[in-house]
């Protein structure tokens, strides 16, 4: 189970923490994902992962402003987000996936729920 938060209204520029807290004792074998649904759009990639924090990728429209980590003693992930955009603005899920990374939203198995981050201009 994946349980997100965080999320908020700020304005642009400003920066925001999301976490994502997976329940069970595997936390540390599975890739971790974070993905955007804006209203109106499909689910996006923005960044995932691995298992021990040695890679990580970024959608290229966040890439510079957000960092993704993760704590595995602690059975959690992170996005930190800098200076955020109004189109930033969605609901953000956290995702896991057994093994690699990906960035294809298909390939997680388990979702949580989403947190809203807007972002006024």
């Known amino acids: 189970q994946l349980q997100a938060s965080g999320g908020g209204l700020v304005q642009a520029g400003d920066s925001l923490r999301l976490s994502c807290a997976a329940s069970?004792?595997?936390?540390?074998?599975?890739?971790m994902g974070w993905f955007r649904q804006a209203p109106g759009k499909e689910r996006e990639f923005v960044s995932t992962?691995?298992?021990?924090?040695?890679?990580?990728y970024y959608a290229a429209s966040v890439k510079g402003r957000f960092t993704i980590s993760r704590d595995n003693a602690k059975n959690t992930v992170y996005l930190q987000m800098n200076s955020l955009k109004p189109e930033d603005t969605a609901v953000y899920y956290c995702?896991?996936?057994?093994?690699?990374?990906?960035?294809?939203?298909?390939?997680?198995?388990?979702w949580g729920r989403g947190t809203l981050v807007t972002v006024s201009s």
């Open positions: 995702a896991a996936r057994y093994g690699s990374t990906h960035d294809t939203a298909a390939e997680y198995a388990y």
């Open positions: 992962i691995s298992l021990s924090a040695v890679t990580t």
């Open positions: 069970g004792r595997t936390f540390s074998r599975y890739a």
